[in-house]
């Protein structure tokens, strides 16, 4: 087999190759962003059905590090990266939960939750990182000058950072909004040794900070407009459609903020497809906040120019971005899938989180608003009774107790708390509760 390159180019189509153990973020032509190409007429050297068997005998093996859900897909990631300096935690291969009773609820039987909240640091920011991380240690063995990487940060990347830095024996830097992200967010890269820093200002503040700092090519950085985690993060739609053995769902729903991993979504997507994997492509949607929604008002006017807001504070804190950096990427994948976007107020995000809970499942709040375009979608009948619906789940529910004891303590801004359930205090008297117990089971 022909040897397999990938490289940085230009989003915009300037001219260039560019090395991915290039520290490099941005076209030196035109300043727009890069992603990462690959060489697809080598990887057409093994057939579509050749590929599907290699990527579902390494699935769950131990065999490093292929049995990764991300690098089990190597060659179409990453692939001149050594083995040896692979910074992997197994990430991937989360359960397509088969959403039963909360599909019945809305009509729509074929509905499933892809569980990426299941990871190792709780939320699918784990699937890029490894990727970003990995590159890293490449450079350092190559001899590169690299001290740090750094991070703005809602949450989950700081945690996913911090976690494969510490796994790699590199210092993590994180970038907070201070006040803004949950004590158990805040933890996780305490305990992994990060230095955290929570500034006084919101998630875009935090990343004009982060991108000043990174000038200097010692601290490199690690957000999305780094498509080496759109490289790991594209992964999840590629894993999705082998879950069904190859076959492609109608509908795959992602909530989005910073529009990194709705592209990612296409981007896997798209190489199935080129590569001959998959005859059709799913419609996507991305779903926003209300509170944060530049590219629902961006899709409203067809996306003729890119709206920014100032993002209002909003329950799904991980989204709540007003400036997203991969605008364009995503505004191209929206228009090739057939894409819509929808949006979610606070109470729409955090009662239908609840409302998936009763069915079993334990619902982050980006999730919620996931959930809600989903319904919201259905209701509209822009998704069909029929259809084959995959919500992606992106966060650990766990990671998000205090959004959890709002709702059912009723302290909740702007939310009723249609679903509340309270423990409910008695005496140690077995009367007392028979009497709970029965006015449960007769529904009152
Ligand atoms: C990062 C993140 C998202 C959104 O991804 P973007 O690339 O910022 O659009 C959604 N949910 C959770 C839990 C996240 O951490
Ligand atoms: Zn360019």
């Known amino acids: 087999m022909r040897e397999l390159r990938a490289w940085f180019r230009c989003i915009r189509g300037c001219e260039g190759e560019y090395p991915l153990e290039q520290v490099l973020y941005h076209c030196p032509k035109c300043g727009g962003l890069l992603e990462v190409a690959h060489d697809l007429n080598a990887l057409k050297e093994r057939s ?19 049995g990764s859900g991300v690098w089990g897909k190597k060659e179409w990631v990453c692939p001149g990266i050594a083995d040896d300096n692979i910074i992997s935690m197994y990430e991937g291969h989360t359960n397509l939960f088969w959403a039963q009773r909360l599909g019945a609820d809305i009509g729509v039987e074929d509905l499933w939750v892809k569980l990426c909240g299941n990871s ?40 996913a ?12 830097i994180v970038f907070l909004p201070r006040n803004k992200v949950s004590t158990a967010q805040l933890i996780q890269p305490i305990a992994n040794g990060a230095l955290v820093l929570a500034l006084d200002t919101d998630f875009d503040g935090c990343m004009a900070i982060v991108q000043q700092v990174t000038r200097d090519q010692t601290i490199y950085l690690a957000n999305s407009m780094n498509s080496l985690r759109i490289e790991g993060q594209k992964t999840v739609g590629i894993e999705i459609v082998q879950q069904f053995d190859w076959q492609v769902p109608d509908w795959i729903i992602m909530p989005a903020g910073n529009l990194g991993n709705i592209t990612a979504l296409g981007n896997g997507l798209l190489m199935l497809d080129e590569l001959g994997l998959i005859d059709r492509l799913p419609r996507l949607a991305a779903a926003q906040a209300e509170h944060a929604n530049p590219f629902y008002r961006s899709y409203q006017r067809g996306f003729a120019s890119q709206e920014r807001v100032i993002a209002q504070t909003t329950l799904a804190s991980a989204i709540q971005i007003g400036n997203p950096v991969s605008y364009e990427r995503a505004v191209k994948v929206i228009q090739r899938f057939d894409g819509v976007v929808e949006q979610a107020s606070e109470s729409e995000l955090a009662e239908a989180a609840a409302r998936a809970d009763l069915t079993g499942m334990y619902c982050c709040p980006h999730t919620g608003v996931a959930l809600a375009a989903l319904f919201k979608l259905v209701a509209r009948g822009e998704i069909k009774s029929s259809d084959r619906v995959v919500v992606v789940s992106t966060a650990q529910g766990l990671k998000f107790t205090s959004f959890k004891t709002g709702y059912h303590e009723g302290t909740l801004a702007e939310v009723a708390g249609e679903y509340r359930n309270m423990p409910i205090e008695l005496r140690a008297d077995a009367d007392a509760v028979n009497q709970a117990i029965a006015a449960r089971l007769s529904g009152k």
């Open 48 to 66: 579509a059905a050749e590929w599907k068997q290699l990527f579902d005998a390494r699935m769950h093996t131990n065999e490093w590090p292929f």
């Open 120 to 159: 190792h640091t709780g939320s699918f920011k784990d699937l890029g990182m490894t990727v970003l991380v990995s590159v890293v240690k490449q450079m350092v063995a190559n001899g590169a000058d690299i001290r740090a990487i750094a991070c703005a940060s809602t949450g989950d990347t700081s945690a």
């Open 161 to 172: 950072l911090a976690a494969y830095c510490a796994a790699a024996g590199i210092q993590a």
